[in-house]
């Protein structure tokens, strides 16, 4: 993804609230780089909230819009980053250089053998800068928690999952774009960009965990994508009465735009375009591994885009 792509992005998510999104921005940057809660994560309070909310999917399949929609609600607060990046709890799974690409570091994901409360009550501390004191509300959009989420579920009190889908070819088509192997991911591809079959195997993968757990939570709902990019207010209103705030605070411009609190959003499906930057190659290659979820998910190829 090109700079000038990456800022255009940046804007898109944060409109109303650029400059102070550029700062908080900085300023979790370095948090991150010095894993800075390490030393200052004991002077914050162990804060627990009425309710929290973990988003889980494949990586470019709407996740990081919904959480900046959801946390724009004045009872919800979200964490600037992934939260998997702000604390030592839980495994890497893109460790070796596999960005975007869990699937390749799978074993790491299973938490059988960790006490789930011990590993939320770490992950609450370490979290605990970044959350409005006012909010009731706390959700947390970290990609891979659509590993563990029984596991999540077993060590926070009150939590709801927001399962997202998207057509597998547009997704595909953007990680390709946007996520390259690093160090010996990078020596084991032997290239700077991921085979595209290597790719459909990222989100058959993360779409089959979902599907495998979701049935064991106690509050859950799905998101499709395509549904919520055509009808954005009726999706984030009833996602806001399934995670038990008011819904009222949505509201629709003339132009389109969705205000929620102080931000506003402008959504629209992008599926026409990552399907167009596919060649019939790619596509015949990707038809040939993610076909089957596909269809499990209801999808039916091309006509979906």
């Known amino acids: 993804m090109g700079n000038l792509d990456r ?124 959350w409005r004191k006012e909010a009731g509300v706390f959700i947390e959009k970290s990609i891979v928690h659509g590993a563990w989420m029984p596991f999540l579920q077993d060590g926070f009190e009150n939590a709801y999952f927001l399962g997202v889908i998207r057509n597998g070819y547009c997704v595909c088509e953007g990680i390709r774009r946007r996520a390259s192997p690093k160090g010996a991911a990078r020596e084991t591809v032997g290239s700077d960009v991921y085979p595209i079959e290597q790719v459909g195997e990222q989100w058959v993968f993360a779409n089959q965990i979902i599907e495998r757990d979701k049935g064991r939570l106690n509050h859950y709902h799905e998101i499709r994508y395509e549904d919520f990019t055509g009808n954005p207010v009726h999706h984030i209103r009833e996602i806001f009465r399934f995670i038990g705030v008011d819904d009222s605070v949505v509201m629709q411009e003339e132009d389109g735009t969705i205000t929620i609190g102080s931000r506003s959003f402008a959504i629209r499906s992008q599926n026409a375009e990552s399907f167009s930057r596919l060649t019939q190659t790619d596509r015949a290659k990707l038809g040939a591994v993610i076909g089957p979820m596909m269809k499990q998910l209801g999808y039916d190829a091309e006509e979906e885009i």
């Open 7 to 130: 800022v255009r992005a940046f804007v898109e998510r944060n409109r109303g609230a650029v400059f102070s999104s550029l700062v908080q921005q900085s300023l979790v940057r370095v948090w991150i780089r010095l894993r800075l809660w390490r030393v200052f994560g004991f002077l914050f309070p162990h804060r627990t909230p009425e309710r929290w909310v973990f988003v889980g999917g494949c990586y470019n399949s709407g996740t990081t819009i919904l959480r900046e929609m959801i946390g724009a609600h004045p009872r919800v607060s979200s964490l600037p980053r992934e939260g998997v990046q702000m604390t030592d709890a839980f495994p890497n799974l893109e460790a070796g250089g596999w960005e975007r690409m869990w699937y390749r570091n799978a074993r790491s994901a299973d938490l059988s053998a960790r006490n789930p409360e011990k590993v939320a009550y770490q992950a609450i501390r370490d979290w605990g800068p970044w």
